[in-house]
């Protein structure tokens, strides 16, 4: 893919599928809240493959070029951090770039080593977070280990929404459920000891549409 727009921005893609180099002719420097959204993007390729883990993805930035995309592809696989790593050439690439990841960087061993200590070895000069992970196993350690390594850490606060039902979940300690079902007008869904019967009449249909509902007959 190539596209150019008076020299503001242009990107292609090379061999690997998730590898992308992005250059910037600038005009204005391209802004966090910039890098974070292809972040987003990124994650939300992982989007029904991810439970229990979240969706999350991660953006390799040095000198204004995006030097690697990855993202969290399937449960039990490479966190996006360490997905966006192995696009590079050299993890060496990485020293004294930022990374963009729309939720902290682990610190636990889960079926995975603690991401954070990884972004530390690989000397990232900075660490820009979309969101604090409610996990108590992360929640600001992953942070912790980031800033005590001397990696400037900032927290944009803005991914909150990529993954509503994990964060629904720590908040409230229950899952979130979303129950679809049919009924009647009057609010019923069966009557005691009869079977349901949802007729097929279309002016059943136009009632429930007048009722601004839908029907699935
Ligand atoms: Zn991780």
């Not at 600038?26 to 974070?36: L, R």
């Not at 390594?149 to 909150?160: H, K, M, R, S």
Request: proline content about 5%; some cysteine.
């Amino acid at each position: 893919m190539l596209t150019l727009s008076d020299g503001i921005l242009f990107s292609f893609q090379i061999s690997a599928p998730h590898n992308y180099l992005w250059g910037f002719c600038g005009v204005s420097e391209i802004t966090d809240s910039e890098y974070m959204a292809l972040a987003v993007q990124a994650a939300q390729k992982g989007n029904g493959h991810t439970w229990t883990n979240p969706m999350v993805g991660a953006v390799i930035v040095k000198q204004q070029h995006v030097l690697a995309v990855g993202y969290h592809h399937r449960f039990g696989e490479a966190h996006a951090e360490i997905d966006a790593l192995n696009q590079l050439a050299s993890s060496a690439d990485a020293r004294g770039a930022t990374m963009y990841v729309t939720l902290e960087p682990c610190s636990h061993f889960g079926k995975t080593p603690p991401c954070a200590k990884r972004l530390v070895s690989v000397g990232l000069r900075r660490v820009v977070i979309g969101q604090i992970d409610p996990n108590p196993l992360v929640a600001g350690k992953g942070i912790a280990i980031l800033r005590t390594a001397g990696i400037a850490v900032e927290i944009l606060a803005t991914t909150q929404g990529l993954n509503p039902a994990y964060n629904f979940f720590y908040q409230h300690q229950r899952p979130q459920v979303t129950l679809k079902y049919a009924m009647s007008l009057d609010g019923k869904i069966n009557a005691a000891q009869k079977h349901a019967v949802i007729s097929p009449d279309q002016r059943l249909t136009e009632i429930a549409s007048n009722c601004g509902q839908r029907i699935r007959l």
